[in-house]
């Protein structure tokens, strides 16, 4: 399985090659939490429906990086970013902007699986919607459905939309949070370790999700497990202390790493 | 040792079967259709009930409510989602300081804040002073209720595209509802029985409320008035007075018991 897909990338890469449009493109960016960076002078593109990992040891800023994308990390008190953030050629972190809009642009799905408390299936997937407002009721119904869908939760959940969100499993609940952020109809999602809580089995649903999701929207997703990025990625980052050290097809990061770093974390020898 | 605390347990039951055993045991036979539909007899007539008080207590209850409970949740939701701030810090130690204020000062305060400017006692100056009483119990209740629930909620529904507005409101405040509700009704109880902060702002009166500028009276006032009188039907009253106001103050604490075990479990729509 997981030789077909390496043989798959193998043939990927020419292709990947010729000049895309970049959906993200970050240049140069700072992340403070204290005067110390958090991240420090990082710099990558991501290509429409491309799946880009991000792996490295605990505290090395990939989430934190992953955060200024959405505009999240600025939600902390004290905290500060510089650089430039372009997706689709707008510069998120322009004068004029609005975090809250930027976000309904870049969804995120969390560590934890992170229903809405006392609120049902459908209103779980719903509240994007209802909330940010904009949306005809009537709509909303079809949304869900197809978001349901999308998700691959819809069979599962499809009798019981009026249950509490909490009632499902883990693994259930990670997909009805991928469900929620692809009712706002997002151009890129951003997965911070989606399924470090989750059970093998669930995390193997997630990840034939991710791919299958790949063809109608583009994913960046922090993982802390080397296999995964593998098995997922179309391209893959490597940061260590604030710093992306390398980014490249994923085949390569993982079979010819140009930093010794790189070749160092991959083989285990630290990290 | 362990004897002792058991022993420790059982004394500390005591005072409240006690007060019960004997509020029921006096009260009771003074309980009539006329003690809530009559208002006080003229003295020297036997009969009548205490019904203008307890349209007085709800009137009062529920002015404060009206001002107390919004003031109150937006309180503790600014104490709990904007925590870190100087404001917040404030607001916060004036509210455990307002907690231990003696409510008879709140009256005084009012006294002179409203009833001095507006020259008489009325529902408005009793409704304010319970108000004020109200407003550290449900503020802190609110907070501490809403800091429970985790950050990555609220992330989940900046992540959205959702204003911070409307996370706080749609989903964290209306995610602990339940919870919040037990905040306010265990201030409900508390207004409703207090006694000393109304003998200066509502005062108290033996007819039918006439009015919101009126002095209005209270079930707790009236119990105080026939209490400390010399006749022993108005002592009968003032007991059946108490086992009414005990009653109402024993169910609404009771329905926050409900309401607590209920919202910590799962609830569907």
Same mark, same amino acid.
């Given at each position: 399985?997981?030789?077909?897909?390496?043989?798959?990338?193998?043939?990927?890469?020419?292709?990947?090659?010729?000049?895309?449009?970049?959906?993200?493109?970050?240049?140069?960016?700072? @992340?403070?939490?204290?005067?110390?960076?958090?991240?420090?002078?990082?710099?990558?593109?991501?290509?429409?429906?491309?799946?880009?990992?991000?792996?490295?040891?605990?505290?090395?800023?990939?989430?934190?990086?992953?955060?200024?994308?959405?505009?999240?990390?600025?939600?902390?008190?004290?905290?500060?970013?510089?650089?430039?953030?372009?997706?689709?050629?707008?510069?998120?972190?322009?004068?004029?902007?609005?975090?809250?809009?930027?976000? @309904?642009?870049?969804?995120?799905?969390?560590?934890?699986?992170?229903?809405?408390?006392?609120?049902?299936?459908?209103?779980?997937?719903?509240?994007?919607?209802?909330?940010?407002?904009?949306?005809?009721?009537?709509?909303?119904?079809?949304?869900?459905?197809?978001?349901?869908?999308? @998700?691959?939760?819809?069979?599962?959940?499809?009798?019981?939309?009026?249950?509490?969100?909490?009632?499902?499993?883990?693994?259930?609940?990670?997909?009805?949070?991928?469900?929620?952020?692809?009712?706002?109809?997002?151009?890129?999602?951003?997965?911070?370790?989606?399924?470090? @809580?989750?059970?093998?089995?669930?995390?193997?649903?997630?990840?034939?999700?991710?791919?299958?999701?790949?063809?109608?929207?583009?994913?960046?997703?922090?993982?802390?497990?080397?296999?995964?990025?593998?098995?997922?990625?179309?391209?893959?980052?490597?940061?260590?202390?604030?710093?992306?050290?390398?980014?490249?097809?994923?085949?390569?990061?993982?079979?010819?790493?140009?930093?010794?770093?790189?070749?160092?974390?991959?083989?285990?020898?630290?990290? | 040792?362990?004897?002792?605390?058991?022993?420790?347990?059982?004394?500390?039951?005591?005072?409240?079967?006690?007060?019960?055993?004997?509020?029921?045991?006096?009260?009771?036979?003074?309980?009539?259709?006329?003690?809530?539909?009559? +208002?006080?007899?003229?003295?020297?007539?036997?009969?009548?009930?205490?019904?203008?008080?307890?349209?007085?207590?709800?009137?009062?209850?529920?002015?404060?409510?009206?001002?107390?409970?919004?003031?109150?949740?937006?309180?503790?939701?600014?104490?709990?989602?904007?925590?870190?701030?100087?404001?917040?810090? +404030?607001?916060?130690?004036?509210?455990?300081?307002?907690?231990?204020?003696?409510?008879?000062?709140?009256?005084?305060? +009012?006294?002179?804040?409203?009833?001095?400017?507006?020259?008489?006692?009325?529902?408005?100056?009793?409704?304010?002073?319970?108000?004020?009483?109200?407003?550290?119990?449900?503020?802190?209740?609110?907070?501490?209720?809403?800091?429970?629930?985790?950050?990555?909620?609220?992330?989940?529904?900046?992540?959205?595209?959702?204003?911070?507005?409307?996370?706080?409101?749609?989903?964290?405040?209306?995610?602990?509802?339940?919870?919040?509700?037990?905040?306010?009704?265990?201030?409900?109880?508390?207004?409703?029985?207090?006694?000393?902060?109304?003998?200066?702002?509502?005062?108290?009166?033996?007819?039918?409320?006439?009015?919101?500028?009126?002095?209005?009276?209270?079930?707790?006032?009236?119990?105080?008035?026939?209490?400390?009188?010399?006749?022993?039907?108005?002592?009968?009253?003032?007991?059946?007075?108490?086992?009414?106001?005990?009653?109402?103050?024993?169910?609404?604490?009771?329905?926050?018991?409900?309401?607590?075990?209920?919202?910590?479990?799962?609830?569907?729509?």
């Amino acid at each position: 399985m997981s030789e077909t897909k390496t043989d798959d990338k193998a043939q990927a890469k020419p292709a990947a090659a010729t000049p895309v449009e970049p959906l993200l493109v970050v240049e140069n960016l700072f @992340a403070y939490y204290t005067a110390e960076p958090s991240v420090k002078n990082v710099s990558l593109d991501v290509r429409p429906n491309e799946v880009v990992a991000l792996i490295g040891p605990s505290g090395c800023g990939k989430s934190t990086f992953i955060r200024c994308i959405n505009r999240l990390h600025e939600e902390i008190p004290g905290t500060k970013v510089q650089g430039r953030v372009r997706l689709a050629g707008t510069d998120i972190y322009g004068p004029d902007v609005d975090p809250v809009a930027i976000r @309904a642009h870049v969804g995120m799905v969390f560590q934890k699986p992170n229903p809405f408390p006392s609120m049902t299936i459908f209103d779980n997937v719903a509240s994007g919607l209802l909330l940010r407002g904009g949306t005809k009721r009537r709509d909303v119904k079809d949304i869900v459905e197809d978001s349901l869908k999308k @998700a691959a939760l819809w069979d599962e959940v499809k009798d019981k939309l009026s249950a509490p969100g909490l009632s499902l499993s883990g693994g259930q609940q990670q997909r009805l949070c991928i469900a929620r952020t692809l009712a706002v109809k997002p151009k890129l999602i951003l997965m911070d370790e989606p399924t470090s @809580a989750l059970d093998p089995i669930s995390t193997s649903r997630i990840e034939e999700l991710i791919s299958e999701m790949k063809k109608f929207i583009t994913i960046m997703i922090v993982t802390h497990n080397m296999q995964q990025a593998s098995r997922i990625s179309d391209r893959t980052g490597f940061f260590l202390l604030g710093d992306l050290v390398e980014f490249g097809p994923t085949w390569q990061i993982f079979n010819k790493p140009k930093d010794d770093r790189t070749d160092q974390y991959i083989s285990g020898r630290f990290g | 040792m362990l004897t002792l605390i058991w022993v420790a347990a059982a004394v500390a039951l005591i005072p409240l079967a006690l007060v019960f055993a004997w509020i029921l045991g006096a009260g009771l036979p003074a309980v009539s259709w006329d003690f809530f539909t009559q +208002i006080p007899a003229p003295l020297g007539q036997s009969g009548g009930g205490m019904a203008n008080a307890l349209i007085g207590t709800l009137t009062l209850v529920g002015l404060a409510s009206c001002v107390g409970v919004p003031l109150g949740i937006l309180c503790g939701v600014f104490l709990s989602e904007y925590a870190e701030s100087k404001l917040a810090r +404030i607001t916060r130690f004036t509210l455990d300081l307002l907690t231990s204020v003696p409510s008879i000062v709140i009256g005084l305060f +009012i006294y002179a804040l409203l009833v001095v400017p507006m020259r008489g006692f009325s529902a408005w100056a009793g409704a304010a002073a319970l108000a004020i009483i109200m407003l550290p119990i449900i503020g802190k209740t609110t907070e501490e209720v809403l800091k429970l629930v985790p950050d990555n909620i609220r992330e989940a529904g900046l992540a959205l595209g959702i204003s911070r507005w409307r996370v706080i409101m749609s989903i964290v405040l209306k995610g602990s509802s339940g919870a919040v509700a037990t905040g306010v009704i265990l201030a409900v109880a508390r207004a409703a029985g207090e006694s000393a902060p109304l003998l200066f702002t509502a005062f108290s009166n033996q007819f039918w409320p006439s009015g919101l500028g009126q002095p209005t009276p209270s079930l707790p006032v009236q119990i105080y008035v026939y209490a400390i009188s010399p006749y022993a039907e108005w002592h009968q009253l003032a007991w059946a007075g108490a086992l009414v106001l005990v009653s109402v103050v024993f169910v609404l604490n009771l329905s926050t018991r409900i309401l607590m075990s209920r919202s910590g479990v799962v609830r569907a729509r």
